[in-house]
């Protein structure tokens, strides 16, 4: 069953077609890759799926309901949720209060309660509490969770935002770039990480350069060029496509290239 | 024992409960009751505004229109309506709160220096109808406020004011701690690091803005309104643009996000003037000096910096 259906979407800034005429579709239960050159559009898609960019054309439909253009905090009571390439912390908090800030939807959020701090609060606040506990110890940051949030290290933090995007209990989660800048036993870690959370039946939409990453985890994986879709398939498929392996090999051989 | 209440948040405002009733015994004279009342209505905004600075990260250069509406509903309620002074403050409550509904939902979307100078439009706004407006007014020059009856007996002396401010105070405070772990305390420091991340996470960012500053709003109208009520006389000047730079003043001095110290930021502005009054050619200089070195070297506000020295969360 398609969860996410995306079609004819583009996006110009200026004069520059940073997404054009884009389809795809993600089906319920997969890890669906999306990778592509430096300056392909996939971070662009991802702020154009997640609400933070309207699309100039095209449509974003979420379990078959129109949702293009909806603001982000709509799209996460839909259940859509997302990291960020460059960390997006709650640095002023600890650990755990960021997950549990993750955790916002499934807490009720009448202000006048909480200015008494009445005592359904107090249990509302336990309730996110121990959900944002266990969510740091499925992330392997049970340890961590009462340190300022500040002061974890750049893997731990990559870690951080999963867990806290973890907290609305999406159905579509976009991660992006969670291995960028981690060491080769943290990029193990999520890449084990992602596929518990694929299991537990989250489907996951991943952009990321770790190429052996990618073609191990993924279902589907579809490739941009120039934000446009340069092909589409399983990972068999796409590594011997000709112009997938033209692009990649291209931008290897060219490093000046203006893709590159 | 101890150690376990110390970190409680509200742990704080005990201290300063049991600071406020212990004073009085060393007060050489009446004076004092009259300084701490101002203390602690100048707090009082400050805990308020502390909620729309250092929670919610959101600056308003503007909140002494709101104080205005607050001394201004007390004074004009009563002397041309009629209205008991009790529901004169409940009025300027509603009234400040409506209007920061309404000027909050556009200008909120402004970020930084924009929001500063929206803000302060308003703030200036605000105290020109004031000033202007003299038939009800009394413009420029201020007018009398009908002494405070509550339960037929008059709020008159200086000790009354004492108490009856420094309770509004603690009561207000209490709200202010409760609010900053809750959902919507988190969801506002959410927003004051990351409005992105808050929004992906579900955080409905103009929603809470919107929240911060008609809580910060009505603090400030309460505070307005005991003012005006404490000294039975008001000024568009106690409502108009330096009275906003210094409530912001005392949520930087005393620590912006710290319940706390927005208090200790209002007695630190409040009294320092006072000590100094001794130096009188030097008075301001002297202010500002040690203004300025406070934010050099306790760059975090008064509180959190000295709370850290002597190894405790602050609140």
């Given at each position: 069953m398609t969860l996410l259906a995306v079609e004819g979407l583009a996006i110009r800034f200026g004069g520059v077609k940073?997404?054009?005429d884009l389809s795809f579709a993600i089906e319920k239960g997969q890890i669906f890759s999306i990778i592509g050159p430096n300056g392909a559009g996939k971070t662009t898609l991802f702020n154009m799926i997640s609400g933070l960019y309207r699309p100039s054309r095209g449509s974003v439909r979420l379990e078959g309901e129109d949702v293009t253009g909806l603001p982000p905090h709509l799209l996460a009571r839909r259940g859509l949720s997302r990291t960020f390439q460059n960390l997006q912390i709650f640095?002023?908090?600890s650990a755990l209060e960021n997950v549990m800030v993750g955790c916002h939807l499934k807490e009720r959020r009448s202000v006048l309660p909480h200015l008494l701090a009445l005592p359904s609060v107090k249990r509302q606040n336990r309730e996110s509490r121990a959900r944002a506990e266990a969510l740091l110890a499925r992330v392997g940051l049970a340890a961590e969770?009462?340190?300022?949030?500040?002061?974890?290290s750049y893997g731990a933090l990559k870690r951080l935002e999963i867990a806290r995007a973890l907290g609305s209990e999406p159905k579509l989660l976009l991660l992006d770039?969670?291995?960028?800048?981690?060491?080769h036993v943290e990029t193990e870690e999520i890449d084990a990480l992602i596929q518990t959370i694929a299991r537990d039946g989250v489907t996951v939409a991943l952009v990321e350069h770790d190429m052996k990453l990618v073609m191990k985890i993924s279902q589907r994986i579809l490739v941009l060029d120039y934000g446009r879709k340069l092909a589409e398939g399983t990972a068999q498929e796409v590594r011997q496509n000709p112009d997938v392996i033209r692009a990649y090999l291209g931008s290897q051989a060219n490093a000046g290239a203006p893709h590159a | 024992m101890l150690a376990r209440l110390s970190r409680h948040r509200a742990f704080g405002l005990l201290v300063i409960a049991i600071v406020i009733a212990v004073a009085p015994l060393l007060f050489p004279s009446t004076f004092y009751y009259r300084m701490g009342t101002a203390i602690f209505i100048a707090a009082l905004a400050a805990v308020g505004l502390n909620i729309l600075?250092?929670?919610?990260g959101q600056v308003s250069l503007g909140h002494a229109g709101f104080y205005g509406i607050g001394a201004y509903a007390v004074a004009v309620g009563p002397a041309?309506?009629?209205?008991p002074g009790w529901a004169a403050i409940l009025i300027g409550l509603a009234l400040a709160a409506s209007v920061a509904f309404l000027v909050g939902r556009?200008?909120?979307k402004l970020r930084g220096h924009y929001l500063a100078v929206a803000t302060l439009g308003f703030g200036i706004l605000v105290s020109m109808v004031l000033t202007n407006e003299g038939a009800w007014t009394?413009?420029?020059d201020g007018m009398s406020v009908k002494r405070l009856v509550l339960f037929g007996y008059v709020l008159k002396d200086r000790a009354a004011w004492y108490w009856a401010s420094a309770l509004v105070l603690l009561m207000g405070a209490l709200l202010a701690v409760n609010l900053i772990d809750s959902p919507t305390g988190r969801a506002m420091r959410a927003l004051h690091d990351s409005e992105v991340a808050a929004a992906v996470n579900g955080i409905d960012v103009a929603r809470y803005k919107l929240w911060a500053f008609v809580i910060s709003a009505c603090y400030a109208s309460l505070a307005g309104s005991l003012a005006a009520l404490s000294d039975a006389f008001i000024t568009p000047a106690s409502a108009g643009f330096l009275k906003s730079i210094e409530l912001v003043t005392m949520v930087v001095l005393g620590g912006m996000g710290s319940v706390i110290g927005g208090i200790v930021g209002a007695a630190f502005l409040e009294s320092l003037p006072q000590l100094l009054a001794r130096m009188q050619e030097v008075e301001h200089v002297l202010l500002g000096l040690i203004i300025m070195l406070v934010m050099i070297f306790m760059r975090e506000g008064l509180f959190p910096t000295l709370a850290r020295r002597f190894g405790r969360a602050s609140p």
């Open positions: 940073a997404v054009d640095y002023r908090m969770a009462h340190k300022d949030a500040g002061s974890l770039e969670p291995a960028a800048g981690c060491n | 600075m250092g929670l919610a041309s309506f009629g209205v556009p200008i909120l009394g413009g420029p």
